[in-house]
């Protein structure tokens, strides 16, 4: 793990919305989320531009922050990853190899779990969903990376974990656009905690003139850790 380090990025999230990667809109949010400190899991089959997302949201790190940024985590380095996004002081941005943002939580977990020591490595899973605030799926469509849906962890009355969606690309609609929900509450005021705005395009007073009939329904439980 490499605290404070970071490699020049290929690309710049500038340049990654240039290419179609995401839009203007979330690449805001994005940056916003790295300066206001939030724990970030990019996900994603492989060669899916995991590590190319990763360097340029490291970017937008402020110089002198301390941060633990692993690439294609695992064993030890994931257990300590997952300690460090739950308890702090530092906080995380790593990549984790999965097939859908549902996958994410499951394989960070699992790979925690082989850094663990038995018996007793029950309480990684619970620490993993707590950690992370922000996943960044990433999708390989045409042999161009995608964002293909950004998410957060949301945490059920009755302890459950599922997963409230910020941007889904629309594969089946001109040129796969990314449709944008209100940020979580959470998210919300840890942004305004440290005076990041929100963009228009994810804020809750945008939706409720949208629809004034309630709020869309984007949340969903995230698959069994």
Same mark, same amino acid.
């Given at each position: @793990?490499?605290?404070?380090?970071?490699?020049?990025?290929?690309?710049?999230?500038? =340049?990654?919305?240039?290419?179609?990667?995401? $839009? =203007?809109?979330?690449?805001?949010?994005?940056?916003?989320?790295?300066?206001?400190?939030?724990? *970030?899991? *990019?996900?994603? /089959?492989?060669?899916?531009?995991?590590?190319? @997302?990763?360097?340029?949201?490291?970017?937008?790190?402020?110089?002198?922050?301390?941060?633990?940024?692993?690439?294609?985590?695992?064993?030890?380095?994931?257990?300590? &990853?997952? +300690?460090? @996004?739950? +308890?702090?002081?530092?906080?995380?941005?790593?990549?984790?190899?999965?097939?859908?943002? $549902?996958?994410?939580?499951?394989?960070?977990?699992?790979?925690?779990?082989?850094?663990?020591?038995? /018996?007793?490595?029950?309480?990684?899973?619970?620490?993993?969903?707590?950690? &992370? $605030?922000?996943?960044? #799926?990433? $999708?390989?469509?045409?042999?161009?990376?995608?964002?293909?849906?950004?998410?957060?962890? @949301?945490?059920?009355?009755?302890?459950?974990?599922?997963?409230?969606?910020?941007?889904?690309?629309? !594969? =089946?609609?001109?040129?796969?656009?990314?449709? #944008?929900?209100?940020?979580?509450?959470? *998210?919300?005021?840890?942004?305004?905690?440290?005076?990041?705005? *929100?963009?228009?395009? !994810?804020?809750?007073?945008?939706?409720?003139?949208?629809?004034?009939?309630?709020?869309?329904?984007?949340?969903?439980?995230?698959?069994?850790?």
């Amino acid at each position: @793990m490499h605290p404070n380090k970071r490699q020049a990025p290929d690309y710049r999230l500038e =340049d990654l919305v240039g290419c179609g990667c995401l $839009d =203007d809109e979330l690449g805001c949010l994005l940056a916003a989320c790295v300066r206001a400190r939030l724990n *970030i899991v *990019i996900s994603g /089959p492989a060669s899916s531009g995991k590590t190319t @997302m990763l360097n340029a949201l490291c970017a937008h790190i402020p110089p002198g922050e301390r941060r633990v940024i692993v690439g294609e985590v695992g064993g030890s380095d994931a257990l300590d &990853v997952v +300690r460090v @996004m739950a +308890r702090g002081p530092s906080t995380a941005l790593t990549t984790v190899r999965a097939s859908s943002a $549902d996958d994410a939580l499951p394989q960070l977990a699992g790979l925690a779990r082989q850094g663990a020591p038995a /018996p007793g490595s029950g309480w990684v899973t619970e620490t993993a969903e707590h950690g &992370v $605030d922000v996943l960044v #799926h990433l $999708d390989r469509r045409e042999l161009t990376p995608h964002v293909a849906e950004v998410a957060a962890p @949301m945490h059920n009355p009755g302890g459950s974990v599922g997963l409230c969606t910020v941007a889904c690309r629309e !594969f =089946d609609q001109p040129g796969g656009r990314l449709r #944008h929900y209100p940020v979580s509450a959470r *998210i919300a005021a840890r942004l305004r905690a440290q005076g990041e705005p *929100i963009p228009a395009a !994810f804020r809750e007073d945008r939706f409720r003139r949208v629809t004034p009939a309630g709020p869309l329904a984007r949340g969903r439980a995230a698959k069994h850790l």
